[in-house]
Nanobody, 127 residues
């Protein structure tokens, strides 16, 4: 299973950005997916997660109301729509995936719950 993030960059505060993560290998529709981020000198944190069905999502407190996670099973891709970006959103953003049983249809925000990881994409918010 391979994950490849795209869409990062340097943006000004207040603008929007959409990250994408293409997943290859495995059965995409059975993956729980998440976006994590890590800023310099800080621990990695989960910003958003989505269950294999898409019916369950969760968000970190710092991004609630601004970020939206979604998945497109036809494209084997998970997205993170980021609105009203702030300098404190600056970080490397990682996509993560974990194969789940049909009974495990819930989103989780712990990094040890995810087996597969992308290489990350840098998001820098600065004026």
């Amino acid at each position: 299973v391979q994950l490849e993030e795209s869409g990062g960059g340097l943006v000004q505060p207040g603008v929007s950005l959409r990250l994408a993560c293409a997943v290859s290998g495995g059965t995409f529709s059975r993956f729980a997916l998440a976006w994590f981020r890590q800023a310099p000198g800080k621990d990695r944190e989960c910003v958003a997660a989505i269950s294999w069905s898409g019916g369950s999502t969760l968000y970190g407190d710092s991004v609630k109301g601004r970020f939206t996670i979604s998945r497109d099973n036809a494209k084997n891709t998970v997205y993170l729509q980021m609105n009203d970006l702030k300098p404190q959103d600056t970080a490397v953003y990682y996509c993560a995936a974990d194969l789940r049983d049909y009974t495990a249809d819930y989103a989780t925000d712990m990094d040890f719950d995810y087996e597969y990881w992308g290489q990350g994409t840098q998001v820098t918010v600065s004026s």
